[in-house]
């Protein structure tokens, strides 16, 4: 019952969201954003400790629950590929395409082929975006196999892709097995013990004419020695 009831009230901040987002420039709305992510998180026992931050260009990093909705905007609101159902989810679906996402139906070729090409002509150094690599929810210490996309825009566009690597303390978040919303949230909460984001702004890169797969596997591989940190840092101080 508890999971319905705080998806609920989250519904009601994003729609508060909705509201204020005809009210408010681009630039204050995704302020605001920022601002109700960070507010969910506190309420629900949630400590960011991510060293660095951002700057202008593509935002990717691993993807692992549900919760990476509110973390990801919590460090800088932005548009955001997403699965084509999300576009439908009760009220945080209108906000989703306020907030300029590319929705991609993963099973359909087509589908993928026609957000690779949005996201070359992205505007990205006017609006950021979040484009997740794997393109999935893979397990809490792994970082899974790379999509193209992210990397075949930065190839065009020249623009940096800036790169967090992240990891729960509190392993109910792992939503790799695909568990619907509700069940992911009712782990959550019936752990009861609230979790820490290690997280750690890595440097960004560029993808040279022609290296593509080059930069897919280099920065997978540099993920995950940075997730491998983050995970025997929290293993040394036993959070």
């Not at 989703?96 to 002509?121: G, H, P, Y």
């Not at 509190?170 to 609230?194: A, C, H, P, T, V």
Request: glycine letters at 8%; proline letters at 3%; aromatic letters at 10%.
């Amino acid at each position: 019952m508890r999971a319905y009831l705080e998806l609920g009230k989250i519904g009601i901040e994003f729609l508060k969201l909705r509201f204020k987002s005809t009210r408010m420039d681009e630039e204050g709305w995704r302020k605001e954003c920022e601002k109700t992510a960070k507010k969910l998180l506190k309420k629900y026992n949630v400590v960011l400790d991510v060293e660095g931050q951002p700057g202008d260009g593509y935002l990717c990093a691993n993807h692992t629950s549900w919760l990476d909705t509110l973390i990801l905007p919590a460090q800088k609101m932005a548009g955001a590929v997403a699965k084509a159902e999300t576009r439908n989810y009760p009220v945080m679906g209108k906000v989703f395409q306020t907030a300029n996402c590319l929705f991609v139906e993963r099973d359909k070729k087509s589908s993928r082929r026609e957000t690779i090409e949005a996201i070359k002509n992205w505007p990205i150094m006017e609006k950021p975006l979040w484009v997740l690599p794997e393109g999935t929810c893979t397990a809490n210490n792994e970082i899974g196999e790379f999509k193209k996309g992210i990397f075949v825009a930065a190839e065009k566009t020249g623009a940096p892709i800036n790169v967090m690597v992240f990891y729960y303390t509190n392993q109910s978040l792992d939503w790799s097995r695909e568990d619907s919303l509700i069940e992911g949230m009712k782990k959550y909460f019936y752990s009861g013990s609230g979790t820490i984001v290690k997280g750690r702004w890595i440097a960004p890169i560029t993808v040279e004419s022609g290296k593509v797969e080059e930069a897919m596997k280099k920065l997978r591989a540099r993920m995950q020695t940075v997730l491998k940190e983050l995970i025997d840092s929290c293993n040394e101080t036993n959070v």
